[in-house]
């Protein structure tokens, strides 16, 4: 599998064959969004958005691969009421390693 993030969309090749279901593309879209206003965890997107929790999961680990979405801190999730990961789509909340990693200084 591999992604190409052209467009800010991510397509998702399996095997050479362009991957088409449009409604896991708009929820992958939903969930950008989502993160990109402030940092949340996968709960509070699932919450928000309506999309499910393994849905919204799925979507975060391919945003991750393409580097469109980072560890923000970790905190007590609202929703969950457990140590939870808040991520967040907006570059400008990218830790530095992140960014370093992503012009290709670090490994």
């Known amino acids: 599998m591999r992604t ?20 896991f593309h708009n929820q ?12 949340k965890t996968i709960h509070m997107v699932s919450n928000e958005t309506g ?10 680990c391919l945003l991750r691969k393409s580097n469109q979405i980072a ?6 999730c609202e929703v969950s009421k457990r140590r ?4 967040t789509a907006d570059s400008n909340l990218f830790p530095m390693s992140n960014m370093i990693k992503s012009v290709g200084h670090g490994k």
């Open 51 to 60: 999309v499910s929790w393994d849905n919204v999961y799925q979507s975060v």
């Open 28 to 39: 992958i879209k939903k969930v950008k969004q989502s993160f990109s206003t402030e940092p």
């Open 71 to 76: 560890i923000a801190k970790f905190d007590i």
């Open 4 to 23: 190409d993030h052209s467009n800010s969309l991510i397509r998702v090749h399996f095997d050479n064959k362009l991957y088409k279901n449009k409604a």
């Open 84 to 87: 939870s990961t808040y991520l």
